[in-house]
């Protein structure tokens, strides 16, 4: 059960779009299409924003979108607002029916 | 509007025990696989325990296997996590989650759980 692994940070201007990944092994992330990504602002409690790799739930935003590659998940945020300024979790579904995280990755606006 | 509401925590020496509880409404609990997902301070999150709708599949984190029991009441709209045997390194912000087969879908707001002396 080892974390995902993400950048610790990325950042970018407003309107621009950055991308996060997410690394795992053929277990979770490259053996499943049930990776999912979280939206956290400091002090509350997280929101899901992609789901089964590239599903938006309805109310996200579209600037919002996920895919895989083997065994590295993304998630890109286009048109980048000051309001995206959060921690992303990425999570996968694993071979022991169990869930795993990643470690987060903290998005600062510039 | 769905709701999830979390109790139960607090302070706890290290080597005791707690039961939080999580409230659900404006949904069909029994319809749905549910977690606890913990945060401890300043960290990431870390998926804790799941249970099916049905009660049937029931899985754990290594860490706490053995130590934490997760149950629920779909009469009451109800899950828990009972904890035991509760060390430094458990304490954290525990949030009751809707989902858990594929993804977390509905979070609550969390409960804060500090283990210490």
């Known amino acids: 059960q080892s974390a995902l692994t993400q950048p610790a940070s990325v950042s970018g201007s407003p309107g621009q779009s950055i991308t996060i990944s997410c690394t795992g092994t053929s277990s979770d992330v490259g053996g499943y299409n049930y990776v999912s990504w979280y939206q956290q602002h400091p002090g509350k409690a997280p929101k899901v924003m992609i789901y089964?790799?590239?599903n938006r739930p309805s109310g996200v935003s579209n600037r919002f979108s996920g895919s895989k590659s083997g065994n590295t998940a993304s998630l890109t945020i286009s048109g980048l607002q000051a309001e995206d300024e959060a921690d992303y979790y990425c999570?996968?579904?694993?071979?022991?029916?169990?869930?795993?995280f990643g470690g987060g990755t903290k998005l600062t606006v510039l | 509007e769905e709701q999830l509401v979390e109790s139960g925590g607090g302070l706890v020496q290290p080597g005791g025990s707690l039961r939080l509880s999580c409230a659900a409404s404006g949904f069909s609990f029994s319809s749905y696989t549910m977690s606890w997902v913990r945060q401890a301070p300043g960290k990431g999150l870390e998926w804790v325990a799941k249970m099916r709708e049905d009660g049937n599949e029931i899985y754990y984190v290594d860490s706490v296997k053995g130590r934490f029991t997760i149950s629920r009441e779909n009469g009451k709209n109800s899950l828990y996590l009972q904890m035991n045997s509760l060390r430094a390194e458990d304490t954290a912000v525990y949030y009751c989650?809707?989902?858990?087969?594929?993804?977390?879908?509905?979070w609550g707001r969390g409960t804060l759980v500090t283990v210490s002396s």
């Open positions: 999570a996968s579904y694993t071979s022991t029916s169990t869930l795993v």
């Open positions: 989650v809707r989902g858990g087969a594929r993804y977390f879908a509905f």
């Open positions: 089964d790799v590239s």
